[in-house]
């Protein structure tokens, strides 16, 4: 027998699919009404994202991340699983680095947002703001496990992440990245193991979304060779 094989993505998930969803049911019903503030949030720096109001955009989704590490994370995540407590700390650090941004902003692209790469982050943004939700509310009667932006973790780094491609660059393009990539890498293998039909859903996404990061480097690559030329 070759060692490892009888091992599975299931054993790595210290829960159930049902005691999952139910963690995401206790944070719809605890912060309701809260989800529409937090969705008209997040449109509001979508729209200040496109005309270029960079540095107030991450003003305000830098206390949604803190939000998300404590309620979620610190309160009801960690009760399932051990890792929730290192995750809500890179949350923190998340929220934290947004918050930098929007003090300095040192590595925001000031270009106009109708580039490639920045269609892109729009369609990724949409889909953690109104695809998600719509997703839940499909799927669940009631709506309690609609996943939103600035409740739950995946519409939350889903968003982030598109609107990241779409502010930033350089170095900073890709810090402000990593977090909400990896929790969606994370979040879709631990749903997929879980037989959860939105896995898919996710993993497709963050691969668009790498795609988007690589194509936004190239983009940025292009103009300075441009620049450089003219000069």
């Not at 210290?14 to 912060?31: K, N, S």
């Not at 960690?78 to 998340?94: C, R, S, T």
């Not at 990593?178 to 193991?193: F, Q, V």
């Not at 963050?206 to 983009?219: D, P």
């Amino acid at each position: 027998m070759i060692f490892g094989s009888s091992y599975s993505l299931q054993d790595f998930v210290p829960f159930t699919a049902d005691i999952y969803f139910r963690l995401l049911e206790r944070m719809g019903e605890t912060y309701w009404p809260l989800h529409l503030i937090t969705i008209v949030l997040g449109m509001v720096a979508l729209w200040l994202v496109l005309k270029q109001r960079l540095r107030l955009a991450c003003l305000l989704i830098a206390p949604v991340w803190l939000f998300v590490a404590v309620a979620f994370f610190m309160r009801l995540y960690a009760e399932l699983n051990w890792a929730g407590g290192y995750i809500a700390f890179a949350f923190l650090l998340q929220s934290a680095l947004l918050l930098f941004l929007a003090l300095t902003g040192i590595g925001l692209d000031d270009r106009s947002a109708k580039s490639h790469a920045s269609i892109v982050g729009t369609f990724i943004a949409l889909a953690g703001l109104i695809g998600l939700p719509v997703i839940g509310l499909l799927s669940d009667g009631s709506g309690l496990r609609a996943e939103v932006f600035g409740i739950h973790a995946d519409p939350t780094s889903m968003t982030t992440l598109g609107l990241a491609i779409m502010i930033s660059r350089g170095w900073l393009l890709w810090c402000i990245s990593l977090i909400p990539a990896l929790w969606l890498l994370y979040s879709g293998l631990t749903l997929w193991a879980l037989g959860a039909p939105s896995a898919k859903l996710l993993l497709v996404v963050l691969f668009i979304a790498l795609t988007g990061l690589f194509w936004k480097q190239l983009e940025l690559s292009m103009l300075k060779h441009e620049s450089h030329d003219q000069n």
